[in-house]
Nanobody, 121 residues
Framework: VQLQASGGGTVQAGGSLRLSCTAS?????MGWFRQAPGKEREFVAS???????TVADSVKGRFTISRGNAQNTVYLQMNSLKPEDTGVYYC???????????????????WGRGTQVTVSS
């Protein structure tokens, strides 16, 4: 399975961006992680094939994850962006069956290349 992410860019604080990620094959769970310079990659959001989803506390109320009708596309709508949201955003997918969302990097076996998000103050 290959993952292709898009939608990153530069935006001012308070602005919005929408990330998209399309998988070349079937996946049960898709998620987003991000990595800021000098920091470890951290969980952002996850959604299961049945629609169960969650987002990290740091983005709750501002970010929303959703899946497209074809189930192989995931979106991350990011509103009220802050400078601390800056980083490389990675799309991830899990091909093993699961009935919920997953927030650990080791739960995912496919990763996209990442797309840069920069929020200026």
């Amino acid at each position: 399975v290959q993952l292709q992410a898009s939608g990153g860019g530069t935006v001012q604080a308070g602005g919005s961006l929408r990330l998209s990620c399309t998988a070349s094959g079937r996946t049960y769970v898709m998620g987003w992680f991000r990595q800021a310079p000098g920091k470890e990659r951290e969980f952002v959001a996850s959604i299961n094939w049945n629609g169960r989803s969650t987002v990290a506390d740091s983005v709750k109320g501002r970010f929303t994850i959703s899946r497209g009708n074809a189930q192989n596309t995931v979106y991350l709508q990011m509103n009220s962006l802050k400078p601390e949201d800056t980083g490389v955003y990675y799309c991830a997918a899990r091909s093993a069956y699961g009935s919920t969302w997953y927030s650990e990097r080791t739960d995912y076996n496919y990763w996209g290349r990442g797309t840069q998000v920069t929020v200026s103050s």
